[in-house]
């Protein structure tokens, strides 16, 4: 029970149609919001994908930050560590 609960909070919230608020980070299968309303939410989380991402994509180090890269995030084993 506890599970189907998490399955279906929201991924995203958007404030004031300014700030973009996510438990993890941005994806390079972020194209739009509405590549979010797209996703199959009621699933387990998948290892890659845009749902992967928004949940589990870190800020990278400040050695790629500065550059606006997605790279494997290897800390985590899946999603990606990004740049600004």
């Not at 390079?28 to 919001?33: K, R």
């Not at 749902?51 to 084993?77: Q, V």
Request: glycine share 10%; charged share 25%; net charge negative.
């Amino acid at each position: 029970m506890a599970m189907q609960v998490f399955d279906a909070l929201p991924l995203v919230v958007l404030l004031g149609g300014q700030y973009l608020c996510l438990h993890g980070g941005i994806s390079p299968e972020f194209t739009s919001l509405g590549s979010i309303d797209k996703i199959d939410r009621f699933m387990e989380v998948p290892e890659k994908g845009l749902l992967c991402d928004l949940l589990w994509a870190d800020p990278a180090d400040d050695d790629i930050a500065e550059r606006c890269e997605f790279k494997p995030n290897f800390d985590r084993g899946c999603a990606y560590s990004f740049g600004y």
